[in-house]
């Protein structure tokens, strides 16, 4: 069964400042996606990116990119210009390409944003 | 913009008792799905629906659990008798098709006491 693994319960940045959230995922499938949800204390689930993991180039969503390392199985979220409105748990998505394409999903990350 | 609707947003039951959670898929999506999360935890995948049926479903998803899609617009979670452990976020997840953005609703908090 595939797995999704983020290992920092916790992080913190400064306003306007870079951080980085690490996932790392197991799977034996080749063909793939994989997510980043934002969770607010709202805690509705909303998409903030998605890599195909056929494609090499790594997704970017205005302030937000991605490292996409397939071999590594690694797949890592960075924060630009961090915003206030950032801070929520950031959830780590894997889905399988066929059959229902359920997501498997982190524990999470909190992300403070100090101003 | 369209978006999943979900109805209660809160509901308190008494252990034994059967709820029904609704959600309102976006309107030209054809894949449905129920995840949970109990407070301070993951999201856990429950079930998907396609087509009128159950496409997969994990192992929390026992026969007290079910499905419906009743009219071709609501879809349902019906928990036959609940118990203290089922008390969690239950989110309703809908996508035009595999593999796109999962478009999550509000989410139902339910408590069993």
């Known amino acids: 069964a595939q797995t999704v693994t983020q290992s920092q319960p916790e992080m913190s940045v400064q306003e306007a400042e870079t951080v980085t959230l690490s996932c790392t995922y197991d799977?034996?499938?080749?063909?793939?996606?994989l997510f980043w949800y934002k969770q607010p204390p709202s805690r509705q689930m909303i998409l903030v990116i998605r890599?195909?993991?056929?494609?090499?180039q790594n997704a970017t969503e205005n302030r937000f990119s991605v490292n996409f390392q397939k071999a590594a199985k690694s797949f890592s979220l960075k924060i630009s210009d961090s915003q206030l409105g950032d801070a929520a748990m950031y959830f780590c998505a894997y889905s399988n390409q066929g059959g229902s394409e359920k997501l498997v999903f982190g524990k999470g990350t909190k992300l403070t944003v100090n101003p | 913009e369209p978006e999943v609707t979900q109805t209660p947003s809160h509901q308190v039951t008494q252990m034994g008792q059967e709820v029904i959670l609704r959600c309102v898929p976006i309107s030209n999506h054809l894949y449905f799905y129920w995840y949970r999360q109990i407070l301070g935890q993951k999201v856990e995948f429950l079930v998907s629906f396609y087509n009128n049926e159950i496409s997969e479903k994990s192992e929390i998803f026992d026969d007290q659990f079910s499905v419906e899609r009743p009219d071709g617009s609501n879809f349902t979670l019906k928990i036959r008798s609940t118990k203290l452990e089922d008390s969690a976020m239950y989110f309703c997840?809908?996508?035009?098709?595999?593999?796109?953005?999962?478009?999550f609703g509000p989410g139902t908090r339910l408590t069993v006491t």
């Open positions: 997840a809908s996508t035009a098709w595999r593999g796109d953005e999962q478009y």
């Open positions: 890599q195909e993991a056929y494609k090499q």
């Open positions: 799977t034996s499938e080749s063909d793939y996606y």
